[in-house]
């Protein structure tokens, strides 16, 4: 009984295991406004955003389907907005960075296991203030450059592209980007917990500025 015990518990590690080791990726695409998010496995790459179209399949109804009355369709509620309220107080460009430092640093952990087979980033600043357009140059520059260092450090590159570039004269900022990543489902895991703990911090810090913004504005 011990042994048939034993057998169990060992086939289930070692099933957890090869499935820790078994290699998935991302490919997330940005171009004309639209975010495309592909997963990979065994090669294959499944769409996730947008959601492809499903084709409609021909049921055929049955007597007592035909028979039952049309129901009225209850009132649907009002679903709570949470993107909406996670933007109330505003995002700032360091909270941004900051998150995006504390992926990096997270995948820094598995430093050299985590591959970026491509990544692509065209960007050109535009506005119909040339003063924005500069300063908006200026800032994703530097904010490549500081994430660029810790990229470095921490994950291996196939293909680079990156490009940056100021228009005074369309007035709208164009951006392209392509980021497709291979890494073992164990990784992920792994990512997962120490990112989430380093961005709850983040998020904390986030939810105190905007109770202080609410209790300045409430006093004034």
Request: net charge positive.
């Amino acid at each position: 009984m011990r042994l048939t015990a034993l057998i169990i518990i060992g086939a289930i590690v070692l099933v957890i295991f090869l499935i820790n080791l078994i290699p998935v990726g991302v490919d997330l695409r940005y171009a004309d406004n639209v975010l495309t998010v592909y997963a990979k496995a065994d090669g294959k790459l499944i769409q996730l955003v947008p959601k492809p179209e499903k084709k409609p399949k021909k049921e055929k109804k049955s007597k007592k389907e035909k028979k039952k009355k049309v129901e009225e369709p209850e009132e649907e509620k009002p679903k709570e907005d949470k993107l909406k309220k996670l933007a109330e107080g505003g995002v700032t460009k360091e909270e941004i960075v900051s998150l995006l430092k504390v992926v990096l640093s997270a995948a820094g952990k598995f430093r050299r296991k985590l591959y970026v087979r491509t990544f692509k980033f065209w960007f050109v600043s535009s506005d119909p203030d040339p003063y924005t357009a500069v300063m908006t140059y200026n800032y994703v520059n530097d904010a490549l450059c500081g994430l660029g260092t810790v990229a470095d450090q921490s994950l291996r590159f196939g293909k680079c592209d990156v490009r940056t570039a100021v228009d005074f004269d369309v007035g709208v900022p164009f951006i392209e980007a392509q980021i497709a990543v291979t890494i073992r489902i164990g990784q992920i895991v792994g990512i997962g917990i120490s990112a989430g703990i380093a961005a709850l911090k983040i998020i904390r810090k986030r939810k105190k500025r905007i109770k202080k913004l609410a209790g300045n504005e409430l006093a004034a």
